[in-house]
């Protein structure tokens, strides 16, 4: 007679050298506000970024919004134009979908790079068209605008972490 | 002996002091190590930001916990309630008073049924969970508080057993005798011994695969749930104490406590070295393995460890009596070890449980 | 004497750490068994069938992300294909391509967070396997992070196809991924497959019989861990799924350790669809033309696709205006919920959590 044996430990034996190996693996933290990812250069980042030069007042991203967000003023102007007077968006409702960008024909609005926009009051988080602009911390980020995206650092991909350990901190 | 000047008093006085504070800072130095030590077998770092390393994140949990409000149910036992909190530490601290750091030292040195009054008195912790469990006023505590009675009693049987195997090879119930007697580790001379120990006094402190007193995702926290603030801080020294004296007795009772190569000084530093191996080993356990339903728990206690761990002391005891417990025992208690294990493991039942109900 | 005893009914309520969302279970309970139990949800009622009137067809897309959460791809897939259906629109191949891509990189992620707080629930409570399951997914994520920019509400699928092209740093990446990803189950298995424990509380417990399945309407892993080879993309195949060759896990009895086991398979089927995939991409353009704003014909049109959790269905009815009339959403996890009640009665607290948390579900479905 032969006597099998199975579920004798064998199991619990495999998950705990499982578990051994793992600790001579690098960690896979990163330690947020000293080192940082660098997030896609397609990144719909949590702010909205506007050309003045390029706007003409059309209202295509408005129309495109599902929620109504972006509100838009504009008065006749002189050379036969709209002249943009209020361009306010409401970055508290917006759920930074990118259909305003996506629709824009004139490539006047970008999505924004950054994303540690948080602010302490709900009403600092509708944005009126002097705090849309670019400036050196709002910088555009590349989706759905291909000649932006071009000039953007690669993605750091968690595939390409070396797997050794070294560093124990 | 007494220590400083030979004086009752001073003794005690100081000694009192000592196990406090090892109490404290080695519940403290436990909840680090812990923390820290979950992390490279998750891939991950441990908290590092309180303090260089995050040594100081124990001190900064300990401020977290008493600054918060303390806040009974409004139609929970009050006296119950606050009793049960500080019940639940009182074994711990009466263990740790008997065990010696050093040769003969301790607070009570040389106590001659050491063994004895350790298991007495661990017995005591059931009262003060089921207390707790019961005094909330809160249906997930008292099914946690049902669970208590049933499991910790039941351990309590195979951790005995499996001590007895210790004591009747060294002769002695005095902890100090123990760990002098034989010149070879008693987890050597009966492994068996020291996995239903190790197993027993998993599911005694709640912990590891055994913790479904406090299960965090059926049971919201179980027999905790209701408390917070300096009770809670109560609890969760309790509870890191309880795996300290575990692992202390452990340590001393297996891997024979503070004796180490090097000179005599140093036996405390060994001591705490092979406290921190246990303890390191309970980790292990409970990060990679889930969690056991309370009738495969009772069933496990019952059916498993408690016929194994009999049979271990019957072969323990016909070793003794009739060759001494010579070195080449070893051997044997390894075969007739495996060989349980193997035949213990045809008695593994799968899933089932399932109870009729008339709808 | 005698021994008299009163089951009493415990509220698993709302804010529970192992109810997946916000779900409330009213289960009565004598002793420890269960035996009664009564679903109340609810609590993440949003409102976006209606919404989706006043919306145009495009605008719906964010919408359709925010049901299913973990598995925002496909449920932009089943959307984009009912209203293709509705208004005939064909799609490009190396669109049809990429959807398949993405949907299959979406069942594997999806798959790992269910396996990964199944495992949870059932007690390894310091997390550990969903840690491992993290790491895997972090892959996937930051490869739809490479695509469309977010990292879980897409929003990448279009009308006619998807919105962008892949990036060129893609297809290594996604190469390098798929490579590794069978090891990575190996390795897995070994930590778990075995384990005597998980067999202990898992084998057996809250078994769906063949006929109660299949009167409830279960669909997904539910129904194919009873025993019943039904998929979508084989019984009513759409996209290009019959280029392909992969096989359809089930299991044998229908318990939660088959549930799991179909999950772990259906990762690896997934795979191997992905290595052809990649193989056979094609190039071409990745959307087809299409007006600025769709005025469907009149009609309805029912399109449905085999999410990671059973069936998910879009049913639009148009009256060719800008913005759907109706449109209802058969979400797979609020009908297999139905079947929960006859699964948990009889056994344990601990089952139930766990019978509960092996049918997998999001409540952004359930809720809408």
Redesign the interface.
């Known amino acids: 007679m032969k006597l099998e044996f199975e579920r004798y430990g064998k199991g619990l034996a495999k998950g705990m050298t499982l578990t051994f190996r793992h600790v001579f693996r690098r960690p896979i933290t990163t330690q947020y506000p000293e080192q940082r990812l660098i997030p896609s250069r397609r990144f719909r980042g949590y702010e909205l970024i506007w050309y003045k030069n390029r706007c003409t007042g059309c209202g295509t991203c408005a129309k495109s919004c599902l929620q109504g967000n972006i509100e838009i003023v504009t008065s006749k102007g002189t050379e036969n134009n709209y002249v943009v007077e209020k361009f306010e968006v409401d970055t508290g409702r917006c759920i930074f979908c990118g259909l305003c960008v996506e629709a824009c024909p004139y490539e006047a609005l970008f999505m924004g790079k950054a994303y540690e926009r948080a602010s302490y009051r709900r009403g600092q988080l509708v944005l009126s068209k002097e705090q849309l602009e670019l400036s050196a911390e709002r910088q555009p980020s590349g989706y759905a605008r291909p000649k932006v995206e071009a000039l953007l650092p690669k993605q750091t991909l968690l595939l390409e972490r070396p797997r050794r350990r070294w560093g124990w901190h | 002996m007494l220590w400083p000047l030979d004086n009752y008093w001073a003794h005690f006085g100081v000694f009192t002091v000592i196990v406090l504070g090892f109490f404290l800072i080695g519940v403290m130095a436990f909840t680090y190590v812990e923390r820290r030590g979950f992390g490279p077998f998750q891939l991950r770092l441990g908290p590092n930001r309180a303090g260089p390393f995050g040594v100081l994140q124990p001190v900064a949990d300990a401020i977290k916990v008493l600054l918060k409000e303390d806040i009974v149910p409004a139609r929970a036992d009050k006296w119950v309630h606050w009793l049960a909190s500080v019940i639940v530490l009182l074994p711990v601290l009466l263990i740790l008073a008997v065990i010696p750091f050093h040769k003969g030292h301790g607070l009570i040195p040389d106590l001659n049924i050491g063994i004895l009054y350790v298991v007495a008195v661990s017995a005591l912790g059931v009262m003060g969970i089921f207390m707790a469990g019961w005094a909330s006023n809160n249906k997930y505590s008292l099914i946690a508080a049902m669970r208590v009675v049933a499991t910790m009693v039941s351990y309590e049987i195979p951790l005995v057993l499996s001590i007895i195997g210790v004591v009747l090879i060294s002769g002695s119930l005095s902890l100090n005798d123990i760990v002098e007697g034989h010149t070879i580790p008693f987890f050597l001379l009966t492994p068996l011994g020291f996995l239903v120990f190790l197993l027993s006094a998993m599911a005694e402190i709640n912990r590891g695969p055994f913790d479904l007193l406090e299960a965090d995702s059926e049971l919201v926290a179980g027999f905790h749930t209701e408390y917070s603030g300096m009770k809670f801080a109560l609890f969760y020294l309790a509870e890191y104490g309880h795996a300290l004296a575990m692992s202390a007795i452990a340590a001393t009772l297996f891997f024979r406590g503070w004796v180490g190569p090097g000179s005599e000084y140093i036996g405390v530093l060994w001591f705490l070295v092979k406290m921190l191996f246990i303890f390191i080993l309970l980790i292990w356990m409970r990060v990679t393995f889930p969690r056991l339903r309370i009738d495969q728990l009772m069933g496990f206690a019952w059916k498993c460890l408690f016929p194994l761990a009999l049979i271990n002391l019957l072969i323990v005891g016909v070793e003794v009596v009739a060759w001494e417990a010579p070195w080449w025992i070893i051997f044997v208690n390894f075969a007739v070890a495996g060989g349980l294990i193997l035949l213990w493991s045809r008695f593994f039942k799968l899933g089932g449980g399932r109870v009729e109900v008339r709808v | 004497m005698e021994l008299r005893t009163e089951p ?1 009914v ?1 509220n698993m309520g709302p804010q ?3 109810t997946h969302g916000v779900f409330r279970m009213r289960v009565t309970f ?1 002793g ?5 139990m009564e679903p109340i949800f609810g609590y993440l009622h949003r409102g976006i069938e209606k919404l989706a009137e006043t ?1 145009t067809y ?6 359709t ?1 925010r049901l299913d959460y973990l598995a925002s791809m496909t449920n932009n897939h089943a959307y984009v294909l009912a209203v293709e259906k509705l208004a005939g629109i064909p799609v490009p191949e190396r669109a049809e391509y990429l959807r398949v891509i993405m949907d299959e990189l979406m069942r594997i992620s999806s798959h790992l967070m269910a396996v990964g707080f199944f ?10 396997p969903l ?2 399951m993290y ?1 895997e997914r ?2 996937i994520l ?1 490869l739809f ?6 990292r879980l ?1 897409y ?1 990448y699928m279009r009308i006619g196809g998807v ?2 092209d892949i ?1 060129e ?1 893609f297809m290594p ?1 996604l190469k ?2 798929v490579a ?1 990803m069978p090891s990575f189950i190996d ?1 897995y298995d ?16 809250g078994i769906l019989p063949r006929e109660l399945a299949i009167n409830a309407s279960a669909s997904g892993p539910v129904l194919r861990a009873s025993g019943i080879k039904w998929d979508i993309r084989k019984k009513d195949p759409y996209s290009v799924y019959e280029r392909f060759d992969f096989e359809i896990p089930t299991g044998k009895v229908g ?1 939660t ?1 088959d549930r799991y086991r179909v999950r772990i398979q259906e990762m690896r089927q997934s795979a191997h669809i992905l290595e052809q995939a990649i193989e056979q991409l094609p190039s071409g353009e990745v959307q087809s033309k299409m007006p600025h704003l769709l005025h469907p014909p009149v009609g309805e049109a029912y399109g449905h696709i085999e999410a990671p959790r059973g069936e998910l269905g879009f049913y639009l009815v148009s009256d060719n205006s800008i913005a759907p009339y109706r449109c209802h959403i058969r979400a797979p996890t609020l009908i297999n919920l139905t079947a929960l009640r006859d699964m948990v ?7 139930a ?1 766990i019978i509960f948390g092996s049918i997998d579900i999001i409540l952004g479905e359930v809720d809408r």
């Open positions: 009493f415990l529970h750490p192992s004598d420890e068994v269960v035996v009664d919306r495009t605008q719906v897309i964010p919408l992300d495992l949870n629930d059932l007690g390894c409570s310091v997390y550990t840690l491992y790491r972090e892959k930051d992070e490479m695509v469309c920019g977010q509400t929003n919105s962008h990036p740093e990446a390098k991924f590794e390795e070994q930590l778990l497959a075995e384990n005597e424990i998980l067999l202990a509380r898992t084998k057996g417990v318990d350790y009665i009889g056994w344990k607290l601990a089952d959590i």
